[in-house]
């Protein structure tokens, strides 16, 4: 596994673009619609690493019972099935694949109760 992005959940998406690109100096490295929402990775060029600013009201429903105040931190893996099962093999709780939001994946908890989502690379 290798830290893919940190989840920042936001009230103002487009606001929240302007600070991390012209007041920090990150880019845009990718977008995607989940309805009516836009989701935006930023991060600064040349690096893997993002955030992902997903606005909140996206997550009303929160089917995972995340603490929204907290980012998330998500995995890349080349298989999720087979790191699934190899986390769920060392007594790791972990969900069933399932898609959050179009992005297939699956999550668990630390020890501390704090929930990493894992997705392909």
Known sequence: MKVGYVVLYVTDEASCLRFWTEQVGMVEKGRKQAGQFSII????????????????ALMQDNPDGLD???????FRVDDLAVTRAELVAKGVQATEL????????FAFPDNEGRWFAVVEA
Do not use: N
């Open 41 to 56: 990775q930023v991060g600064f060029a040349g690096q893997d690493f993002a955030f992902e600013l997903v606005p909140l």
């Open 68 to 74: 929204l105040a907290t980012p998330s931190i998500a």
């Open 98 to 105: 399932g898609q959050h939001p179009g992005i297939a994946s």
